[in-house]
Structure formats: structure tokens, C-alpha cells
Nanobody
Framework: QVQLVESGGGLVQPGGSLRLSCVASGSIFSINVMGWYRQAPGKQRELVARITSGGSTNYADSVKGRFTISRDNAKNTVYLQMNSLKPEDTAVYYC???????????????WGQGTQVTVSS
């Protein structure tokens, strides 16, 4: 059973920073892409940033220059450093991983349960 567990969300003032973490656990053979998505009330879930096992990254235009995604392959962990936060960044942030685990035939998408980020004064 694979689990993705996020942490690090919370309430922050505009201009502040937060760091999200997501740990993948279980009988994991290999992780390809890991990423962060977010969903604001009344909106569709959208990609925030993702990173390959080799370290290649891509970001949504709305967060470029403010957010940084990184990962520790040895710990099956992905991070999202969020700086200069804006009220429009308020959303539930979900971790995603494309991984191969025991009992599966190839890579499959897995999701965490989400962590709330609220940017408000």
C-alpha cells in the first residue's frame, strides 16, 4: 500500500513563505515524476510544479520566480518552497507521484490527501 503524506500547510500573511513536504511510503520500486497540484474553492485542480527523478522542473506561470520544487530521491520526498505568497495562492495543495510499487504493473499515479494553504491578513 503506497501512501503520500503532505505536511507544512497553514495560514500565512501575504508576502510570507511556507514549505510543503510530501513523503511517499510503501513498497516502492521507483518514482518517476513528483509534483504539486492545487485546487481552490470552485476551481479545477491545476498543476503548480513538477520535477523528474533527474531534477528537471516545470512550473505554472503564476508561480514562476516565487515557488521552488525540489526532491530527495533517497527519502522519496518532494518539497515545495513557496515565497512571496499571495491571497490567490490560497488552495488545498496535493502531492502527486508517478511511481512503480509492489503489486502494480508499471508506473501509476498516486495522490496525497492534501494540505490547506491560506494566505490572508
Amino acid at each position: 500500500q503506497v501512501q503520500l503524506v503532505e505536511s507544512g500547510g497553514g495560514l500565512v500573511q501575504p508576502g510570507g513563505s511556507l514549505r510543503l513536504s510530501c513523503v511517499a511510503s510503501g513498497s516502492i520500486f521507483s518514482i518517476n515524476v513528483m509534483g504539486w497540484y492545487r485546487q481552490a474553492p470552485g476551481k479545477q485542480r491545476e498543476l503548480v510544479a513538477r520535477i523528474t527523478s533527474g531534477g528537471s522542473t516545470n512550473y505554472a506561470d503564476s508561480v514562476k520566480g516565487r515557488f521552488t520544487i525540489s526532491r530527495d530521491n533517497a527519502k522519496n520526498t518532494v518539497y515545495l518552497q513557496m515565497n512571496s505568497l499571495k491571497p490567490e495562492d490560497t488552495a488545498v495543495y496535493y502531492c502527486n507521484a508517478d511511481l512503480w510499487s509492489s503489486g502494480s504493473y508499471g508506473y501509476r499515479q498516486h495522490w496525497g490527501q492534501g494540505t490547506q494553504v491560506t494566505v490572508s491578513s
